[in-house]
């Protein structure tokens, strides 16, 4: 069993910055990915940005985040973050980090599917 805790989430105004940070603990193997989603109100789960060290390590963002957002991490830490800048308002929602304990080189990072485990989330509000 892997556990996800997030943290770093709040207020912030349009223009802003946040951090947030992502740990795991638990057995992996050494190739895993971690990801990062949301869920706005009303509104369905979509992903935001994935990084994976299965293969050689990789990034993905969705097309929403590109430029604004940063993922990084430690393989050996089991720690992700993702550095936010230049919030909007559409932002806002609750961020969940995700792990995939044994990831295939040149996995979808974007499928909510392929993840093992979850966290709980952190709330994310970005005032206009």
């Known amino acids: 069993q892997i556990q996800l805790v997030e943290s770093g989430g709040g207020l912030v105004q349009a223009g802003g910055s946040l951090r947030l940070s992502c740990v795991a603990s638990?057995?992996?193997?050494?190739?895993?990915?971690m990801g990062w989603f949301r869920r706005a109100p009303g509104k369905e789960r979509e992903f935001v940005s994935g990084?994976?060290?299965?293969?050689?390590?990789?990034?993905h963002y969705a097309d929403s985040v590109k430029g604004r957002f940063t993922i990084s991490g430690d393989k050996a830490a089991k720690t992700s973050y993702l550095q936010m800048n230049a919030l909007k308002p559409e932002d806002t929602a609750v961020y969940y980090c995700?792990?995939?304990?044994?990831?295939?080189?040149?996995?979808?990072?974007?499928?909510?599917?392929?993840?093992?485990?979850w966290g709980r989330g952190t709330q994310v509000t970005v005032s206009s």
């Open positions: 990084i994976s060290w299965s293969g050689g390590s990789r990034t």
């Open positions: 995700a792990i995939v304990a044994y990831a295939a080189a040149g996995m979808d990072l974007s499928d909510a599917l392929d993840y093992d485990f």
């Open positions: 638990g057995r992996t193997s050494t190739s895993v990915a």
